[in-house]
C-alpha cells in the first residue's frame, strides 16, 4: 500500500503565499518522479509541477516563476511553494507519484484565493 497525504494550503489572499507538502508512505523503494497536479471544477487535472529524483524540474507557463517544487527524498515528501498567488490558482491540488507502472494520488488540498 502506498499512501500520499497533502497539507497546506487554505485561505489565501491574491498576491500571497502558501507551501503545500505530500508525505508518500508505503512500500516504497525509490520514487523517481513527483508531481504537483491542480483541478478546477468541471476542467481537466493538470501538470502544475513535477521534480525528479535527481531534482530536474518542470512547470506549467502558468505558474513560472511563481511556484517552486522541492523534495527531500529522505522523507519521501514533495513540496511546492507558491508565491504572488493569483485567483486563477484557486483549485484543488494534488500530489501524485508513479511507482512501479502504477500511479499513486493523494486525496487533494484546496487552495482558496481570495482578490
Known amino acids: 500500500q502506498v499512501q500520499l497525504v497533502e497539507s497546506g494550503g487554505g485561505l489565501v489572499q491574491a498576491g500571497g503565499s502558501t507551501r503545500l507538502s505530500c508525505a508518500v508512505s508505503g512500500s516504497i523503494y525509490s520514487i523517481n518522479f513527483m508531481g504537483w497536479y491542480r483541478q478546477d471544477p468541471g476542467k481537466q487535472r493538470e501538470l502544475v509541477a513535477g521534480?525528479?529524483?535527481?531534482?530536474?524540474?518542470n512547470y506549467a507557463d502558468s505558474v513560472k516563476g511563481r511556484f517552486t517544487i522541492s523534495r527531500d527524498n529522505a522523507k519521501n515528501t514533495v513540496y511546492l511553494q507558491m508565491n504572488n498567488l493569483k485567483p486563477e490558482d484557486a483549485a484543488l491540488y494534488y500530489c501524485?507519484?508513479?511507482?512501479?507502472?502504477?500511479?499513486?494520488w493523494g486525496k487533494g488540498t484546496l487552495v482558496t484565493v481570495s482578490s
Open positions: 501524485s507519484v508513479p511507482i512501479l507502472g502504477v500511479t499513486y
Open positions: 521534480i525528479t529524483r535527481g531534482g530536474s524540474t
